[in-house]
């Protein structure tokens, strides 16, 4: 595959995410009220809900109330990832496809922040132990599609460096 081609992997999957990121909170936004949610399967229930909740912030509620932070970074996150893309030595498929889960993810919540001055998330997972619940942050697709393509895109890397350093070593003898 040509390094056009290669490099042209980045803004499709980047737009399946959007698209797909968009459409699911489209869905959220138009049938449940804010700030209130359900279980959608009765067995997951203390588990598993889907909501709508608005998030100011980006992860984990940083920034919280401050949208223009927050559409910098996701610029900035958008800007490093075409110059990183540029300037890898090996420009792989795969490499490009997490690239591309990451800006796509970035530009689908940048994307509501501009719109609607926040991002909707409808996706928390809980946990009930001792009469407590514990929740993980409702988060959504966009989100998901960063975390998920930061942490392949890093664990790639390690190991891509991983090869280079043996392929380097000169054999023992």
């Not at 909170?25 to 203390?46: D, Q, T, V």
């Not at 909740?53 to 958008?78: D, E, H, K, W």
């Not at 300037?87 to 719109?115: C, E, F, T």
Request: glycine share 10%.
């Amino acid at each position: 595959m040509n390094l056009s081609r290669r490099l042209a992997v980045i803004p499709v999957v980047a737009l399946i995410v959007v698209i797909v990121d968009q459409w699911t909170k489209g869905l959220i936004e138009a049938n449940i009220p804010l700030w209130s949610g359900f279980a959608p399967f009765p067995a997951l229930e203390p588990y598993f809900h889907l909501v709508h909740y608005p998030n100011t912030g980006v992860a984990f509620g940083m920034f919280a109330g401050r949208n223009s932070i927050s559409i910098l970074i996701s610029l900035a996150i958008i800007a490093g990832i075409a110059y990183f893309a540029y300037s890898l030595p090996d420009k792989k498929w795969s490499l490009m496809v997490l690239l591309g889960l990451i800006s796509g993810g970035a530009l689908g919540n940048l994307i509501d922040r501009v719109q609607i001055g926040h991002v909707t998330d409808f996706l928390l997972f809980s946990l009930p132990v001792n009469g407590r619940v514990y929740s993980f942050p409702a988060f959504n697709v966009a989100d998901s599609c960063v975390v998920v393509g930061t942490i392949l895109l890093g664990i790639t890397l390690l190991i891509q460096e991983g090869k280079t350093i043996d392929e380097g070593r000169e054999p023992a003898g």
